[in-house]
């Protein structure tokens, strides 16, 4: 009876090990992906690039500022017009937000879901936290978000893992009692790196690509989460 007493009571602590989930913003909250490669394509194409939507595809996860430093060297432009492009492109994507953001399907759900759970919440976004409070407040998912932090002016950004590791010291969580949510190849890099459990949401054309393999778990919808893909990843 002692050790059946004792099997339970560490049954019910490996049932608890998740103390917090930190979501991604763009592309895993909000259907901001098309918005970026709307504006970045826009901002190439005045320096007279095209950029394809398979190389687009390829840079997700990054900062706006290593995203154009990335594409001016490969095509060759020059670098000193980099910080001016980096507040028009921003500038671009918050008025493209305000006027056609949409929250990603299962946004609501999963929320919830962690909220009645007791998990704490946190956001660790790539994108500048002026970005981040326009998301929070056009989608009304600011209260669910105890802690959010952005990788803006950290001295690198995703794939990087810093963001992540200050998002879940502000949660004051052991970075291995979180889960997070990530739809990018570079995000879900942050996070492992982070010793982070990761959960991709990958877009519908990548949902199939082998570099998912890296994840601990893959899904195609946030609302396709539930409490026996939770115990797996406990």
Known sequence: MACMHIFLQLRGMNANTTEAVIFDMDGLLIDSEPLWEQA?????????????????????????????????????????????????????????VKAQGKMMPGVPYILQYFQQKGVRIGLATSSPMRLADVVLDLLQIRSYFEVVTSAEFLPFGKPHPQVYMDCAASLNVNPLRCICFEDSFNGMIAAKAAKIKCVVVPAPAQLQQARWGAADLKISSLQNFNDLLLRQLQ
């Open 40 to 96: 970045g394509g826009a901002l190439l194409q005045k320096f007279g690039v095209t950029l394809t939507h398979a190389q687009y595809a390829t840079s997700t996860g990054l900062r706006t500022k290593e995203w154009l430093q990335y594409w001016f060297t490969h095509f060759n432009l020059q670098q000193a017009n980099i910080e001016q492009a980096e507040t028009d492109i921003i500038d671009a994507v918050i008025e493209l």
